[in-house]
């Protein structure tokens, strides 16, 4: 029912910033909240940053708060990630989803994924 169309991703040097978009189809104002995921090879995907949508409540992963911000337009049905001073260790598929119930942390509390966007940043 929901599509999740992502965009941004890169390769950028530590230091760099860039700003990811999940673009969600249909309306997701009925939902708990977005959410960005991360994965890097041989590793679990891991939560990075949600927000709600009734009313804008941000969660961050602690090795990304200060330095990542996450943001929406309503209208839009767009969630952003804006990643500032980037590490290697920040290299991962990046992926939005959208939860309609459950633990805000929780992989499997999201109903709908995206494809995934490659983040690379060179030391």
């Known amino acids: 029912q929901v599509q999740l169309v992502e965009s941004g991703g890169g390769l950028v040097q530590a230091g760099g910033s860039l700003r990811l978009s999940c673009a969600a189809s249909?309306?997701?104002?009925?939902?708990?909240?977005m959410g960005w995921f991360r994965q890097a090879p041989g590793k679990e995907r891991e939560f990075v940053a949600a927000?709600?949508?009734?009313?804008?409540?941000?969660y961050y992963a602690d090795s990304v708060k200060g330095r990542f911000t996450i943001s929406k337009d309503n209208a839009k049905n767009t969630v952003y990630l804006q990643m500032n001073s980037l590490k290697p260790e920040d290299t991962a598929v990046y992926y939005c989803?959208?939860?309609?119930?459950?633990?805000?942390?929780?992989?499997?509390?999201?109903?709908?994924w995206g494809q995934g966007t490659q983040v690379t940043v060179s030391s």
């Open positions: 989803a959208v939860q309609y119930s459950g633990n805000i942390y929780y992989t499997s509390s999201y109903d709908y």
């Open positions: 249909g309306r997701t104002f009925s939902s708990n909240a």
């Open positions: 927000i709600t949508w009734s009313r804008g409540s941000t």
